[in-house]
């Protein structure tokens, strides 16, 4: 069996294809670094320049599914011509993949694809399924609804797809967690603002596993890439601190200052959303990781 997979060179996609080779699944992968491309056995780099609809075309041969994880940082400010880039390396990378297989009549049968839990409200409250109809009245919001509806264009080329939205990825060597960390290795980790807002998170083993287990079991829909419990950011810095055997001895950090830091990008630290996983689980899939401690002790120890 061969997947085809976007992103594949990036943090999660690098766990994406450990977890696919530990399975089995060779990869076909597509990148737009030249200097990336191995041809290795079961490891195989195919050129694309989406900004041109340049593609390989060679990379579907023999590929009966594809993960796409392909996506422009969001953790970079966001300037009006960044929110562009971070919307098109969604959008259109998607729409050429389809354009090629229409093009070239070839056969995909199954389509996995990101997505994100910005697309919920923020909300203290609310616990969000699957079946939420709301969409957050954020940029995430809407990149997240646009990136979603070019992906459904996948079932008119003939393949069943499923979109795994997303929530916080803690990893050891990048993503959020090291950001997280490192003031309070310093001495200087504090909560942001009141420290009750949600943080639905995931230790990126767990993540990269769902993405293959939706793949082999050809799960259709949409499904919350998140740990079973999510945890306040109050409760997630004083994990942290505890595990790094660090204070916590400053106020928490109002949100006006990091909007002026961070500009519109601030909300990432700041919007609630308390996430199910229990869609995903009723299909059989099994955490490694379903607390935050051990994760945290796994990933800073």
């Given at each position: 069996?061969?997947?085809l997979?976007?992103?594949?060179?990036?943090?999660?996609?690098?766990?994406i294809?450990?977890q696919?080779h530990?399975?089995?699944?060779?990869?076909?992968y597509?990148?737009?670094s030249?200097?990336k491309l191995?041809?290795?056995k079961n490891?195989k780099?195919?050129y694309?320049?989406?900004n041109?609809n340049?593609?390989d075309k060679?990379c579907?041969?023999g590929v009966?599914?594809i993960?796409n994880?392909v996506g422009?940082?969001i953790s970079k400010?966001?300037?009006?011509?960044y929110?562009k880039?971070i919307?098109?390396?969604?959008?259109k990378?998607?729409q050429?993949?389809q354009d090629?297989?229409?093009?070239?009549?070839?056969?995909i049968?199954?389509?996995?694809?990101?997505?994100?839990v910005?697309v919920y409200?923020?909300?203290?409250?609310?616990?969000y399924e699957e079946d939420n109809?709301?969409i957050s009245?954020?940029?995430?919001?809407?990149?997240?609804?646009?990136?979603?509806?070019?992906?459904?264009?996948f079932?008119e080329?003939?393949?069943?797809?499923?979109?795994?939205?997303?929530?916080?990825?803690?990893?050891?060597?990048?993503?959020a967690?090291?950001?997280?960390?490192?003031?309070?290795k310093y001495?200087?980790?504090?909560a942001?603002?009141?420290?009750?807002?949600?943080?639905?998170?995931?230790?990126?083993?767990?993540?990269?596993?769902i993405?293959v287990?939706?793949?082999?079991?050809?799960?259709e829909?949409?499904f919350?890439?998140?740990?079973?419990?999510p945890v306040s950011?109050?409760?997630?810095?004083?994990t942290?601190?505890?595990i790094?055997?660090?204070p916590?001895?400053?106020?928490?950090?109002?949100k006006?200052?990091?909007k002026l830091?961070?500009?519109?990008?601030?909300i990432?630290l700041?919007?609630?959303?308390?996430v199910?996983?229990q869609k995903?689980?009723?299909?059989?899939?099994d955490?490694?990781?379903?607390n935050?401690?051990p994760a945290?002790e796994?990933?800073?120890?």
């Open positions: 069996m061969t997947v997979i976007t992103g594949a060179t990036g943090l999660i996609g690098q766990e294809v450990k696919c530990k399975e089995g699944i060779d990869v076909h597509l990148t737009t030249k200097n191995t041809k290795e490891y780099g195919f694309w320049n989406p041109t340049e593609i060679n579907f041969e009966s599914g993960i994880m422009a940082s400010r966001w300037t009006e011509d929110k880039i919307l098109e390396s969604r959008t990378t998607a050429l993949l090629t297989i229409r093009a070239f009549n070839y056969k049968d199954y389509v996995v694809s990101a997505s994100a910005g409200p923020t909300s203290l409250t609310n616990y109809t709301q009245p954020t940029f995430l919001g809407d990149v997240v609804q646009a990136w979603e509806a070019v992906v459904d264009g079932e080329v003939g393949a069943r797809v499923a979109k795994i939205r997303i929530g916080l990825v803690l990893a050891e060597d990048g993503g967690l090291p950001q997280i960390v490192k003031p309070i001495g200087v980790g504090a942001f603002g009141s420290g009750k807002q949600w943080q639905s998170w995931i230790h990126i083993q767990d993540l990269a596993k993405f287990f939706a793949f082999q079991n050809k799960s829909g949409v919350n890439g998140v740990a079973p419990n950011n109050e409760e997630l810095t004083k942290a601190a505890k790094l055997k660090r916590l001895i400053l106020p928490n950090i109002p006006f200052i990091m830091v961070l500009g519109e990008m601030h990432l700041f919007e609630s959303q308390r199910s996983s995903i689980e009723d299909k059989g899939f955490f490694t990781y379903p935050l401690k945290l796994n990933l800073l120890k």
